[in-house]
């Protein structure tokens, strides 16, 4: 009788043929923050099937990573089994034996932890393609690479010099944009744009789109990977969305395009901007929910700062067919092929990249799986876009979203379509660790926020 392969023992072959001898296995938590355990390559299939051990107050972490003594988690008893999902795994940095996978928690007799952030959004994904629908979303990565400080001035300097969307930045930098792609395409991670952004030393990275598991997994990846080459070339790297008061911050905008029975729905209709009633329909549920999804696509206290009039982040419950200054951004069909698709502006990569597309898909399958009568009256209800600049119009045409987390968190707790989603466990516990980044904010100055906010990795600072 012959024996059926292994698929877990090929994999670790092909590992080892290309020089992996270590698998970091990542999951990221309430506060945003990738957290990480390591085995070894021969642990690949255990590392599948079995897990590795992490406890439950992880999810009790603040941004700072001290543990919040209020949170529902924080508390030393119960074990979760941390599994690899070989769909994932990618080269880290193969050249120095480096592989990388992300994981799912599990409880110890292997059901699913109710409480993870990938599961959510997993499990987000396979009602959606029940219904017959299927999203596809893909993430907008700002950075500032930072060196250290020089003669004369205050404080720590952009790494490299050049104007808003610069070539002569690029130039400056084309050792550090040529390593960065080198070790996006090394992990075979699809990026289709890189280009200097308008900030001081800023750049951005846009991905491929692809399912939105598969998105956020490349977003973890991607700051991994920006992390990693900054600090090859000395310097730092900031995803805080208000890195400096006097500078502009880094947006993790979201682009998300919906299928419905294999039919585009934001494009080739009647309604504005070549929206079908579905689609009209998604754009309406998006404006309804997105002061309750605010605190998962803002997730830091920092986020408010960088959320003001005037200053590109779109603060208004709006949305514009091309206006980059509204929350949600319809980019219509383009000459070049692309399907419509629709921007969240406002997200920033504070956020756990897992619970805001999860929440995302629940929004849209709120909005397309009702009765016709319904949904029709929802495509009817959508405003009109809005066009130029939302802060000089009055505020029942553009409100302005909540302007701290205190607000954008009791819009959270309000929204009956995100607890049932998400679930008591889960909605219970983002809650907790809504309200410990908010006392960890309370009594800092506005310098203080920004400093405490700067770095990636947060903890340890500069």
């Not at 009602?127 to 500032?144: D, I, K, N, T």
């Not at 006392?439 to 926020?449: K, Q, T, Y």
Request: one cysteine or more; a negative charge; proline letters at 7%.
């Amino acid at each position: 009788m012959v024996t059926a392969p292994d698929p877990l023992a090929e994999l670790e072959a092909q590992l080892r043929r290309r020089g992996v001898k270590r698998l970091a296995v990542t999951w990221v938590n309430h506060a945003g923050a990738v957290l990480v355990k390591v085995v070894p390559v021969g642990a690949l299939a255990s590392a599948v099937k079995l897990g590795v051990g992490f406890s439950p107050v992880s999810d009790a972490f603040r941004s700072d990573g001290a543990i919040d003594p209020q949170h529902r988690l924080a508390r030393p008893d119960g074990d979760l089994r941390l599994r690899a999902d070989p769909a994932s795994l990618a080269p880290l940095e193969a050249a120095s034996g480096w592989a990388w996978a992300a994981g799912t928690r599990h409880h110890r007799d292997g059901g699913l932890y109710d409480g993870d952030q990938r599961g959510f959004c997993s499990r987000q994904q396979h009602e959606l393609a029940g219904a017959g629908l299927v999203l596809q979303a893909g993430f907008e990565l700002e950075w500032m690479v930072v060196g250290g400080e020089e003669p004369g001035q205050d404080g720590p300097q952009p790494a490299l010099a050049g104007g808003p969307y610069g070539a002569d930045r690029l130039v400056e930098g084309l050792d550090y944009a040529a390593a960065l792609t080198d070790a996006c395409d090394a992990a075979g991670l699809p990026w289709q744009q890189l280009h200097p952004e308008y900030g001081r030393g800023q750049f951005e990275l846009s991905l491929a789109p692809a399912s939105p598991l598969q998105a956020a997994d490349r977003l973890v990846l991607a700051k991994l990977l920006i992390q990693r080459v900054s600090r090859r070339f000395g310097w730092r790297c900031s995803f805080s969305p208000k890195p400096f008061a006097a500078l502009v911050g880094n947006g993790g905008h979201v682009h998300l395009s919906v299928r419905q029975g294999g039919a585009a729905l934001l494009q080739d209709g009647e309604g504005p901007g070549g929206l079908q009633p579905g689609g009209a329909a998604v754009v309406a549920g998006l404006l309804q929910h997105l002061p309750a999804l605010l605190p998962l696509a803002c997730n830091s206290a920092v986020s408010y700062r960088r959320l003001a009039p005037g200053s590109w982040s779109a603060p208004f419950q709006a949305w514009g067919i091309e206006n980059r200054e509204a929350a949600v951004r319809l980019v219509p069909a383009a000459a070049d092929g692309a399907e419509a698709h629709l921007e969240l502006k406002v997200a920033d990569l504070t956020a756990n990249p897992y619970l805001l597309l999860g929440a995302l898909q629940a929004v849209v399958a709120e909005s397309l799986t009702r009765p016709a009568g319904e949904l029709a009256a929802a495509a009817t209800a959508l405003p009109e876009p809005v066009a130029g600049d939302p802060s000089v119009l009055e505020e029942e045409e553009a409100p302005r979203l909540p302007a701290t987390l205190a607000e954008a968190s009791q819009a959270f707790a309000a929204s009956t379509l995100l607890r049932c989603a998400l679930g008591e466990a889960l909605h219970g516990s983002l809650l907790d660790a809504q309200q410990a980044e908010i006392r960890r904010a309370h009594n800092l100055s506005d310098d203080a926020l920004l400093a405490a906010s700067r770095w990636w990795p947060i903890v340890g600072g500069l």
